[in-house]
């Protein structure tokens, strides 16, 4: 792998924590005596997880670094 294969792909790895922390906080967005509920219980919320814009944005910006492959601050891709 080539260092800009690399850094993609970690870029691909930290993407895919980023949207299933984005999910996983999104759904605590409800009524606080349930998630209160939640926690005291270590349940995980109900499914689906569905992300944000956050994610969204992060993803867009990680397929315009790869398809464009242009060096980014101080000359890193």
């Given amino acids: 792998m080539t ?15 980023l949207s299933v922390g984005d999910a996983f906080g999104e ?13 005291s219980q270590r349940a ?7 992300y944000t814009d956050d994610t969204e944005m992060a993803r867009k910006i ?7 492959r242009r060096p980014g601050p101080a000359g890193r891709p």
């Avoid at 759904?27 to 926690?39: A, C, E, K």
């Avoid at 995980?44 to 569905?50: G, K, Q």
């Fill in 3 to 17: 260092n800009p294969d690399i850094r993609l792909n970690r870029a691909r790895v930290a993407l895919e924590g």
């Fill in 27 to 39: 759904r605590f967005f409800v009524n606080p005596d349930i998630v209160s509920n939640l926690i």
């Fill in 44 to 50: 995980l919320p109900a499914s689906p997880w569905a």
């Fill in 62 to 68: 990680r397929k315009l670094k790869s398809e464009s």
